[in-house]
Structure formats: C-alpha cells, structure tokens
C-alpha cells in the first residue's frame, strides 16, 4: 500500500521559518508531481506549491519568494522550505504526490497533515 508521511509542522513566531517533510512508501513505479495544499480554518483546501518529476516548481503567488519546494527521487521525499511566515501561513499543510503504480495506474494520494501555526 502507498501512504504519504509529513512531517515538521509546528508553531513558530512570524517571521520564523519551518521546514515540512513528506516521504512516500510503499510498492511504485514512480512519483510524477508532488505538492504541498494547505487548509485554514473556515477555508478551502489551496495550492501551496508543486513540482514536476523533473523539478519545475510551481507556486501560489501569496508564497512566491518565501516558500522553495524541493524534491529528492531517490528518497521518494518532497520538501517545503517556508521562510518570512505570516500569521495568514496558519494552517494545516498537505503532501500530495500522483504515483504510477505497479499495475500501471495514477493513483492521487494525499497526507494526514501537518498543522503550520504562526502567531507571535
């Protein structure tokens, strides 16, 4: 079974930074975009940022400059690099990966979530 794994969510002050993890497990033939969404209280579920297989990035215009998604194919991990947050980055975050499965099928899978809370 394939499952996503976040972590290093947290509280920070503004202006703080915070790093979130996200590894995938399990039987794959391989991980083509991975993003990170987030969801505040009250609100939808939003991009955060993507990143193609062979690492274009894609980011939300309230992110751009602050936040730098990256990603490692050989440890199957996507990352979130969050710089200068503000109290609107409050929320929880979201890995989500899009996986060619062993039997040849795009499978969309989400995480469990991580709540980011940036408050002084």
């Known amino acids: 079974q394939v499952q996503l794994a976040e972590s290093g969510g947290g509280w920070v002050q503004p202006g703080g930074s915070l790093r979130l993890s996200c590894a995938a497990s399990?039987?794959?033939?391989?991980?083509?975009?991975m993003g990170w969404y987030r969801q505040a209280p009250g609100k939808e579920r939003e991009l955060v940022a993507s990143?193609?297989?062979?690492?274009?990035?894609n980011y939300d215009t309230s992110v751009k400059g602050r936040f730098t998604i990256s990603r490692d194919n050989g440890k199957n991990m996507v990352y979130l690099q969050m710089n200068s947050l503000k109290p609107e980055d409050t929320a929880v975050y979201y890995c989500?990966?899009?996986?060619?499965?062993?039997?040849?099928?795009?499978?969309?899978?989400w995480g469990q979530g991580t709540l980011v809370t940036v408050s002084s």
């Open positions: 989500n990966a899009k996986i060619l499965t062993v039997v040849y099928n795009i499978l969309e899978l």
């Open positions: 990143i193609t297989q062979i690492g274009g990035p």
């Open positions: 399990g039987s794959m033939l391989s991980i083509n975009d």
